[in-house]
């Protein structure tokens, strides 16, 4: 029996931004890993039973789930609009 939809894992995944994108054009979510607290919070509110990890340097890749696809960026605080732009 094959699976309904692809699965998905998001590194830097911030509020969500990605993950949203993922999944408006059909994808689940298998796991993200995001290492600022409030951020973690809002992943924790909308994916509630996604799979989380504390920063990328704190992921063992043997203990991910398995995904069809990886997706990350790198922090966006230099170029953002938001925040003191520190990088």
Not at 45 to 59: D, R
Not at 69 to 84: D, K
């Amino acid at each position: 029996m094959s699976r309904k939809r692809p699965i998905a894992g998001t590194l830097f995944s911030g509020i969500g931004g990605t993950d949203i994108g993922l999944e408006w054009a059909g994808w689940e979510i298998g796991f993200q890993v995001e290492h600022d607290p409030y951020c973690q919070r809002v992943l924790s509110h909308h994916w509630p039973t996604v799979p989380k990890w504390w920063g990328i340097e704190h992921v063992d890749p043997t203990s991910l789930p398995y995904v069809d696809l990886i997706a990350g960026s790198p922090p966006c605080q230099p170029v953002s609009h938001v925040g003191r732009r520190r990088g």
